[in-house]
């Protein structure tokens, strides 16, 4: 899969993930450790996935869609920019 590029930056999958859930954790009014709580994670990993140093599992991004009230969606890189 090729990393997205946006201002001369590249961002992985893994990156990506990560700054939506951030996102998402703000829109809700959550903290990373809630997000923990809530999906029987550890603050530790939820941190990583939010930083992009985490690979992600289906399951644990099913737990994340849930814990946030939220849906997993592909966006066309196009539509990205």
Known sequence: M???????????????????????????????SQLAEATGMSTQTVSLMCNGKADFRMSTLRRIEVALECTLVLIPNEDLI
Do not use: D, S, V, W
């Open 2 to 32: 090729t990393p997205q590029k946006k201002e001369n930056m590249t961002y992985t999958l893994e990156e990506r993930l990560g700054r939506r859930i951030k996102a998402m954790l703000a829109l809700r009014g959550m903290n990373q």
